[in-house]
């Protein structure tokens, strides 16, 4: 199977600009625990909750710093016509629980979560992305500093 029949479309971005507070608010609204960052049409950045709890709240942040600056830089993504089951393998080498989706001109088309995976493919790809994701160890990029 095809990513793009199995990702979900219509996904809401924050930019790097607006503060933590909106970016929170969004999660809570789509109950989702990731928002892409997107500028200009392109994604530069992924915004988890994991980043709003160790990069703002542990560090002391004020609830108007700006997304740019807890942020993920590093995106890990997809392309929309990719095989699931490659895209599954991959999650769980990466240990990420959901992957952006874009299309060839690299714009962002959709987010690929192991939720997808289970209820589009059943339990095979996403048992084995949910087993590397949930492997202990690995490098953990969730210091202070964003850019690290």
């Known amino acids: 199977m095809k990513v793009s029949e199995a990702m979900t479309r219509n996904v809401r971005t924050v930019s790097p600009d607006q ?12 109950d989702a625990g990731v928002v892409p960052v997107g500028q200009d049409d392109r994604l530069v ?22 997304v740019r ?13 990719e095989d699931t089951d490659h895209v599954a393998h991959n999650m769980g080498d990466q240990q990420i629980r959901r ?21 589009k493919e059943g339990p095979e790809p996403a048992g084995e992305a949910l087993q590397g994701v949930a492997r202990p160890g690995g490098i953990h990029r969730q210091s202070g500093d964003a850019q690290a």
């Open 19 to 30: 503060s933590i507070r909106e970016a929170a608010k969004i999660m809570a609204e789509i």
């Open 45 to 66: 950045g992924m915004l988890t909750d994991r980043d709003l709890a160790i990069r703002a709240v542990a560090q002391g942040r004020d609830p108007d710093t700006q």
């Open 69 to 81: 600056e807890v942020m993920t830089p590093d995106i890990k993504y997809c392309f929309e016509d």
């Open 99 to 119: 992957i952006p989706v874009v299309n060839r001109d690299k714009r962002l088309v959709g987010i690929l979560s192991l939720g997808d995976l289970a209820f």
